[in-house]
């Protein structure tokens, strides 16, 4: 990491450190990539679970993504208002309702899936096949090794 006077973050030995700047890099380029779709990396990730989920309701979307209730509310509500998402009573419990997605959703989202692969793979395209599984083996053991942190931004 460095800069053009040549300095280097004290930090950049940190592994955590790479992998937040990372992170960095790779949500800002899916954002990017995502405007034209008009939807953010958060919404996709919503929108996805959404369909991927049995009847979900905010709650459980929220446990499910770490996401803070209170946050949850807003993405859901700007969803709806792009016509992508709609939140429709439980049948099974009327004091509830289910967030399900739009037809509009499931385009975008089909749409959005193979940009996120097409710039995940030009992202990674440095690592080697057996590099990219390792760190797709690594990453997901850590994540699950570690509990949930509720994102309340």
């Known amino acids: 990491?460095?800069?053009a006077?040549?300095?280097?973050?004290p930090l950049w030995r940190l592994t955590?450190?790479?992998l937040?700047?990372?992170?960095?890099?790779l949500q800002a380029t899916t954002a990017?990539?995502?405007?034209?779709?008009?939807?953010?990396?958060?919404?996709?990730?919503?929108l996805a679970a959404t369909a991927s989920m049995a009847d979900p309701s905010q709650q459980e979307l929220s446990r499910?993504?770490?996401?803070d209730p209170n946050v949850m509310?807003?993405?859901?509500?700007?969803?709806?208002?792009?016509?992508?998402?709609?939140?429709v009573r439980n049948?099974?419990?009327?004091?509830?309702?289910?967030?399900?997605?739009?037809?509009?959703?499931?385009?975008?989202?089909?749409r959005a899936r193979a940009e996120a692969e097409r710039l995940e793979g030009a992202f990674f395209a440095e690592l080697n096949e057996d590099e990219r599984a390792a760190l797709h083996e690594l990453s997901g053991r850590l994540v699950a090794a570690h509990p949930r942190v509720t994102k309340t931004e």
């Open 1 to 3: 990491m460095n800069e």
């Open 5 to 9: 006077s040549g300095w280097v973050s």
């Open 16 to 18: 955590g450190f790479r």
């Open 20 to 25: 937040i700047k990372l992170g960095e890099l």
């Open 32 to 46: 990017s990539a995502f405007e034209e779709l008009e939807v953010s990396p958060r919404q996709f990730h919503v």
């Open 64 to 67: 499910a993504l770490g996401i």
């Open 73 to 87: 509310v807003g993405v859901v509500d700007d969803l709806e208002r792009q016509g992508l998402a709609e939140r």
């Open 91 to 110: 049948p099974r419990d009327r004091r509830r309702y289910i967030v399900t997605p739009t037809a509009r959703a499931l385009e975008v989202l089909e």
